[in-house]
């Protein structure tokens, strides 16, 4: 199955992503991250989303909430109203200390105030994979409605891909590859998805060429350094997610 190619000629969505929010300056997945990405004058926004007990859809990249805030154990232990208390900035510096957990409601809030895109990948909890395609892409749709340029979805996990297209095929998808497995062309085409977002190492001219051929965008994480980002514009991609916050306003981007 081919992806929408009328869809592909009006890709709507900037180069230049920043990664959870805004790289490592500040704490990642969190508001301020956004904020301080905007100020580096970023248009576009990666992030991860996940669900809580009680099933809200929040901003969190690891299975465990150890690395990036003061709560021990499994997200998805806890109900919302206990995930929103922790302290999600103090781990990062001191200066972001108290700093909560978002919602993709708050994050989608911001990115309509600021006009900027976002690149939500779909981060199910082991076993969760269709869960959260179905919820996350139901939410997205909610969120989003009316608004001219939808969020796209991606996921490493291709049931939580297949979950979201079965709950909203209006919102676009693109399918994440760290290292590109056997069949994994035939499983973004049955997913119809516009995008794939490459490992940046990984990323070929062959890969590109069998991606093109496709009619799929392709996009690139992560890549921070100028000798990456100038093989990544040789190759032609259409988007870098980046923790490296001077992009947006480089030479680079001309």
Request: charged residues 15%; hydrophobic residues 45%; proline residues 7%.
């Amino acid at each position: 199955m081919q992806p929408d190619m009328q869809a592909q000629a009006a890709w709507p969505y900037p180069f230049w992503i920043a990664h959870r929010g805004a790289g490592k300056e500040r704490p990642e997945n969190t508001l301020i991250a956004f904020e301080h990405g905007s100020a580096c004058g970023y248009a576009m926004f990666e992030c991860d989303v996940k669900l809580s007990a009680d099933g809200v859809p929040f901003l969190l990249h690891d299975d465990t909430l150890d690395r990036t805030t003061r709560g021990r154990g499994q997200a998805d232990a806890l109900p919302w109203a206990e995930l929103a208390q922790l302290d999600a900035g103090g781990w990062h510096s001191d200066d972001c200390a108290g700093e909560p957990l978002p919602t993709l409601a708050d994050i989608a809030a911001y990115c309509q105030q600021q006009g900027a895109a976002l690149n939500i990948e779909i981060k199910p909890m082991p076993g969760q994979e269709a869960a959260t395609g179905h919820a996350v892409a139901l939410a997205a749709r909610q969120l989003w409605q009316g608004q001219t340029v939808p969020p796209l979805l991606s996921s490493f996990q291709p049931a939580a891909l297949q979950a979201a297209q079965q709950a909203a095929p209006e919102l676009p998808r693109a399918l994440l590859l760290e290292t590109p497995w056997s069949g994994w062309a035939a499983v973004a085409a049955e997913l119809q998805c516009v995008a794939i977002v490459f490992q940046q190492r990984r990323l070929d001219a062959s890969l590109m060429q069998q991606a093109r051929a496709q009619g799929w965008r392709v996009l690139c994480y992560t890549a921070n350094s100028a000798a990456d980002v100038q093989r990544l514009r040789a190759l032609g991609v259409d988007g870098i997610i980046t923790d490296a916050m001077g992009w947006a306003r480089s030479p680079a981007q001309a």
